[in-house]
T-cell receptor, first 113, second 115 residues
Framework: EAQVTQNPRYLITVTGKKLTVTCSQN?????MSWYRQDPGLGLRQIYY???????DKGDVPEGYKVSRKEKRNFPLILESPSPNQTSLYFC????????????FGPGTRLTVL | AQTVTQSQPEMSVQEAETVTLSCTYD???????LFWYKQPPSRQMILVIR??????QNATENRFSVNFQKAAKSFSLKISDSQLGDTAMYFC????????????FGTGTSLTVIP
């Protein structure tokens, strides 16, 4: 089944404890992206990647890191999480640089205490 | 910077009726894409429809159609014959090409279809 998977789905952590949210797609998509969704703010793009080893900042990259060493994986790293990073996070992928349908993962609910 | 505005936080429509969701955007780009995404209570994001800015013809997908007014920077979504399964949050999104393919989303419109 073609899909985007994210792990974990739910995470409660404490300020300053490094964490990684994994994202993997099995559709051989070139474009991958991370978003955060907050009430009243819609979705905001954190980072995106046009292809392997190519990553770019989105609208809200501060406090986040990403890597794209393999085509299928695009992990989101929070080196020192803070409470303002409490949010719902979505990973997405698409075949052709985002112009095609973006397939979204199921979301990761992160709470930073 | 690009901005996407959805001025209707909440809307409701009777089943089988037609409803239009508004979206305006601000950009200096000439080439871009516009999208409508649906997020039902399951939180899964689902593409409803997309429009390439260089195409004058409005996109249509079954009961969903758009009214794309490039000069006015307006991109409204019309849902015909509304169904209970259309109840969801709807997000308008803008994607620019340069320097990279970056997305901007509106704040969403919560649509409720009333039986």
């Amino acid at each position: 089944e073609a899909q985007v998977t994210q792990n974990p789905r739910y995470l409660i952590t404490v300020t300053g404890k490094k964490l990684t949210v994994t994202c993997s797609q099995n559709m051989n998509h070139e474009y991958m992206s991370w978003y955060r969704q907050d009430p009243g703010l819609g979705l905001r793009q954190i980072y995106y990647s046009m292809n392997v080893e190519v990553t770019d900042k989105g609208d809200v990259p501060e406090g986040y890191k990403v890597s794209r060493k393999e085509k299928r994986n695009f992990p989101l790293i929070l080196e020192s999480p803070s409470p303002n990073q409490t949010s719902l996070y979505f990973c997405a992928s698409s075949l052709d640089r985002g112009t095609d349908t973006q397939y979204f993962g199921p979301g990761t609910r992160l709470t930073v205490l | 910077a690009q901005t996407v505005t959805q001025s209707q936080p909440e809307m409701s429509v009777q089943e089988a009726e037609t409803v239009t969701l508004s979206c305006t955007y601000d950009t200096s780009e000439n080439n871009y894409y516009l999208f409508w995404y649906k997020q039902p209570p399951s939180r899964q994001m689902i593409l409803v429809i997309r429009q390439e800015a260089y195409k004058q013809q409005n996109a249509t997908e079954n009961r969903f159609s758009v009214n794309f007014q490039k000069a006015a920077k307006s991109f409204s979504l019309k849902i015909s014959d509304s169904q209970l399964g259309d109840t969801a949050m709807y997000f308008c999104a803008f994607m620019k090409h340069i320097p990279g393919n970056q997305f901007y989303f509106g704040t969403g419109t919560s649509l409720t279809v009333i039986p």
